[in-house]
């Protein structure tokens, strides 16, 4: 079974700086990835998702993700963060079944 | 929104209970999931449906059951409830059978086990 591992608990950042998210998967064969995001007392939100072809992935609000298969890595980045930025976010793995495996979850506070 | 809705959003009931939690996929989705979150635990994956067959299974407890209905909306019922059982249970649809589809979550229901 695939596992996901968010190395950062707890990230806490000041507004304008650059934020990177790490995330490993244990999973040989083929994956399809993604990062959601929950904010505060909402819903979890897709940021962006890799099925194939290029691995530096744009997704909404300025993140995108680098998927580099030989590190069994998925780490997402943002240049500048904003104060609405605030969430919790999870990388999620999808490998040949049909259910999403998700990380621990990373919080990130950004302080203005 | 993400057209993806749960009823009812909070729910707090005494051990040993039952209760039901209603899941209504976004419109043409056939594929419905449910997960549950709690602070140990993490996010974990439930269950899957796929127009009205149950396709996959998780760290489903053999307490909890779901279904799927002809009209495609989804029950999660939880019985002979513990106060491990306290935890958010999200629901997620998705057009595809496999998961490679985005999945639209819902906004939950909060459980509380006293």
């Known amino acids: 079974a695939q596992s996901v591992s968010q190395h950062n608990h707890h990230v806490i950042l000041s507004e304008a700086a650059s934020l990177e998210l790490g995330c490993n998967y244990s999973y040989g064969g083929t994956v399809n990835l993604f990062w959601y995001v929950q904010y505060p007392g909402q819903h979890l939100q897709l940021l962006l998702k890799y099925f194939s072809g290029d691995p530096l992935v744009k997704g909404i609000k300025g993140f995108e993700a680098e998927f580099i298969k030989s590190k069994f890595s998925f780490n997402l980045r943002k240049p500048s963060v904003q104060w609405s930025d605030t969430a919790e976010y999870f990388c999620?793995?999808?490998?040949?079944?049909?259910?999403?495996?998700f990380g621990a979850g990373t919080t990130v506070t950004v302080r203005a | 929104d993400s057209g993806v809705t749960q009823t009812p959003k909070h729910l707090i009931t005494a051990t040993g209970q039952r209760v039901t939690l209603r899941c209504s996929p976004r419109s043409g989705d056939l594929s419905v999931y449910w997960y549950q979150q709690s602070l140990d635990q993490g996010l974990q994956f439930l269950i899957q449906y796929y127009n009205g067959e149950e396709r996959a299974k998780g760290n489903i407890l053999e307490r909890f059951s779901a279904q799927q209905f002809p009209d495609l909306h989804s029950e999660l019922n939880l019985s002979s409830l513990e106060l491990g059982d306290s935890a958010l249970y999200f629901c997620?649809?998705?057009?595809?059978?496999?998961?490679?589809?985005?999945?639209?979550f819902g906004p939950g229901t909060r459980l509380t086990v006293t």
């Open positions: 997620a649809s998705s057009s595809e059978l496999a998961g490679i589809d985005e999945q639209y």
């Open positions: 999620a793995v999808n490998a040949d079944d049909y259910k999403l495996s």
